[in-house]
């Protein structure tokens, strides 16, 4: 029989394996269930033979039937700041990014959802690179367990302590992996991150949010960038398919469902979407529902046609929005040096096939 992996399991299918292929009776499977849960997400156990806390023989048995494999990394790259970029090999040997964002309270981990992308924003690097693949919820999850590894973040206060999945690909297009894998981080006797410390990133497939709100419910940001149908179909060819006026609509439901301010994701392209008739239009939008707007300063990439809005016009575009009474913040870029900041994302891989 082959060797079925772990990260293959979500809690329910795990019990279901252990009773009916381990014969683990009725009412111990819950328990074992837990206990092997525990050990690899809580306490980052790396092989079963380590498990000591389990009966022998059954502890033979796991391992005749499970295996820990995880991806493994294939690249580091540490930037000036403190940014940790990994290329991850996934063991079908596709490749995928994640990236370490340390901050004076908090570290980020922002991670992947797909290899490549189907989207194409115009300023998006991810968006030159076609769609390769969507990833398992095993995949998605591992990326937090193979960064924790890296950090040694086992211990009860954590290193890593949000999650966003605002790396590679459009996690609503790939919606049945990231919910589950959701439910694993959010998993109370295993990686337990609450769900205000989880952040879904979309480009807006609206009718996908709806059920996210009552499925999946974490933060969720909406990456907007432009404030009307004509500007943001120029940057982001998804806008042709689900418009302004329907994210609005799901972006309100969402925030009534989660109680939570929805953040708009706002890049700012020099002379593209950063005058002051966009800024008072986007006021007019954020009227709407609740929510607060996160300005991010462009990061350029090789080949792209566009130029980051210069600091004193974000900082203009951002008090006309706080003017109008909402919250506005710019948000800094890291680790540029190293290819690792917003949209920039893009595996070495490819590239290298590419030159
Ligand atoms: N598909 C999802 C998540 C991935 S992108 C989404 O669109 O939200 C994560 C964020 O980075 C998005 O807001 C995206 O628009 C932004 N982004 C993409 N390329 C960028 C770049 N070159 N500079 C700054 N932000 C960028």
Same mark, same amino acid.
């Given at each position: 029989?082959?060797?079925?992996? %772990? %990260?293959? %399991?979500?809690?329910?299918?795990?019990?279901? %394996?252990?009773?009916? &292929?381990?014969?683990?009776?009725?009412?111990?499977?819950?328990?074992?269930?837990?206990? #092997?849960?525990?050990?690899? @997400?809580?306490? /980052?156990?790396?092989?079963?033979?380590?498990?000591?806390?389990?009966?022998?023989? =059954?502890?033979?048995?796991?391992?005749?039937? *499970?295996?820990?494999?995880?991806?493994?990394?294939?690249?580091?790259?540490?930037?000036?700041?403190?940014?940790?970029?990994?290329?991850?090999?996934?063991?079908? /040997?596709?490749?995928?990014?994640?990236?370490? !964002?340390?901050?004076?309270?908090? /570290?980020?981990?922002?991670?992947?959802?797909?290899?490549?992308?189907? #989207?194409?924003?115009?300023?998006?690097?991810?968006?030159?690179?076609? =769609?390769?693949?969507?990833?398992?919820?095993?995949?998605?999850?591992?990326?937090?367990?193979?960064?924790?590894?890296?950090?040694?973040?086992? $211990?009860?206060?954590?290193?890593?302590?949000? *999650?966003?999945?605002?790396?590679?690909?459009?996690?609503?297009?790939?919606? &049945?992996?990231?919910?589950?894998?959701?439910?694993?981080?959010?998993? $109370?006797?295993?990686?337990? @991150? /609450?769900?205000?410390?989880?952040?879904?990133?979309?480009?807006?497939? +609206?009718?996908?949010?709806?059920?996210?709100?009552?499925?999946?419910?974490? @933060?969720?940001?909406?990456?907007?960038? +432009?404030?009307?149908?004509? =500007?943001?179909?120029?940057?982001?060819?998804?806008?042709?398919?689900?418009? *302004?006026?329907?994210?609005?609509?799901?972006?309100?439901?969402?925030?009534?469902?989660?109680?939570?301010? *929805?953040?708009?994701?706002?890049?700012? #392209?020099?002379?593209?979407? &950063?005058?002051?008739?966009?800024?008072?239009?986007?006021?007019? !939008?954020?009227?709407?529902?609740?929510?607060?707007?996160?300005?991010?300063?462009?990061?350029?990439?090789?080949?792209?046609?566009?130029?980051?809005?210069?600091?004193?016009?974000?900082?203009?575009?951002? $008090? !006309?929005?706080?003017?109008?009474?909402?919250?506005?913040?710019?948000?800094?870029?890291?680790?540029?040096? !190293?290819?690792? +900041?917003?949209?920039?994302?893009?595996?070495?891989?490819?590239?290298?096939?590419?030159?």
């Amino acid at each position: 029989m082959s060797l079925k992996n %772990f %990260f293959d %399991f979500n809690f329910q299918t795990l019990k279901q %394996f252990l009773s009916t &292929d381990l014969k683990i009776e009725e009412k111990k499977t819950s328990m074992r269930a837990k206990q #092997l849960w525990q050990a690899v @997400y809580k306490k /980052g156990l790396e092989e079963l033979n380590h498990l000591t806390t389990l009966p022998v023989e =059954l502890r033979d048995e796991l391992i005749s039937k *499970i295996t820990l494999k995880k991806p493994k990394i294939a690249d580091t790259q540490t930037s000036e700041d403190g940014t940790i970029k990994w290329l991850i090999e996934l063991l079908d /040997g596709n490749k995928v990014e994640c990236v370490f !964002i340390p901050e004076k309270t908090r /570290g980020t981990l922002c991670i992947s959802s797909q290899v490549g992308c189907t #989207l194409n924003c115009r300023f998006c690097h991810t968006g030159t690179q076609r =769609l390769v693949k969507n990833l398992d919820f095993s995949e998605i999850v591992n990326q937090v367990m193979i960064a924790k590894e890296q950090l040694d973040d086992w $211990k009860e206060q954590k290193i890593i302590t949000n *999650i966003v999945l605002m790396g590679m690909g459009e996690p609503f297009y790939n919606y &049945d992996n990231v919910k589950t894998a959701v439910e694993i981080l959010k998993d $109370k006797d295993g990686l337990n @991150y /609450g769900p205000k410390k989880i952040t879904v990133s979309t480009a807006g497939i +609206a009718d996908k949010i709806p059920l996210a709100a009552k499925e999946i419910g974490t @933060y969720l940001a909406l990456s907007l960038h +432009a404030p009307t149908d004509e =500007l943001r179909e120029l940057i982001m060819p998804i806008n042709k398919k689900f418009k *302004i006026k329907d994210l609005i609509e799901q972006c309100k439901y969402y925030a009534e469902t989660v109680n939570e301010k *929805i953040t708009l994701e706002y890049v700012m #392209l020099r002379g593209v979407n &950063d005058s002051k008739e966009c800024a008072n239009q986007l006021t007019k !939008i954020m009227a709407q529902f609740p929510c607060k707007v996160n300005l991010i300063e462009f990061n350029p990439w090789p080949g792209v046609n566009y130029l980051p809005t210069e600091r004193e016009d974000m900082e203009s575009f951002s $008090k !006309i929005i706080q003017d109008a009474g909402y919250i506005s913040t710019i948000r800094r870029s890291r680790g540029q040096d !190293i290819l690792g +900041a917003c949209g920039q994302l893009r595996t070495e891989s490819e590239r290298k096939k590419l030159n």
